[in-house]
């Protein structure tokens, strides 16, 4: 009798599954979506799934075949593209913590809308093997997918992370700053701040 994988029934795993495609749904309601309300969410998004990633079981691979993959390199490239709009001039970022350093003394320019789309592949490859029901198959695509945490996604969720705390409160004080302005030019002393406050409501 063929063994089957305990696993997978592993309350971290299922609460990994579910933290997993919670994330990939909201990865694919992103059109039309504020680039304030999408960041907000994702910076609480993605530390729950690394952190639920990291509180995963060991799982080593049964068989020999590699799981079916679901993302196309069109599913990957309309995402990414949403994503690169939804974010507009606030996608790209510096990142420091690449192997490419070691050969370059100036920052390696990445895009958080890559990166979250290469993180969505792992994981959307992962989540529909895993919800096809098969105990072999769910096992190892979530080897694999753990694998990739350890390896490659998880070092692009926390670089991401970093770039959209930076997207979120460096716009803030910005925003801060054009108000205060804003405020003062409005305020100046002649009163004629009054007067522009009863047009705008005409």
Known sequence: MKKESQVIFDRNVIEFVTVAAE???????TEGMKRSDFV???LKILPLLYLKASLLPECHAMGEDMPENYVTEEI?????MNLAGLLAGRDDYLDVFVEDMKYSDQPITRYISEDLADIYQDIKDFIFVFQLG???TMNDSLAICQENFRTYWGQKLVNTLRALH????????EEEEDNAEVEEEEDCGCGCHE????????
């Open 23 to 29: 994330f990939c749904n909201y990865m694919e309601r």
């Open 40 to 42: 907000d969410t994702t």
């Open 76 to 80: 990957y490239e309309v995402l990414r």
């Open 134 to 136: 098969l105990n072999e």
């Open 166 to 173: 930076e997207v979120k409160y460096a716009q803030t004080e």
């Open 195 to 202: 007067h522009h406050h009863h047009q705008h409501h005409e």
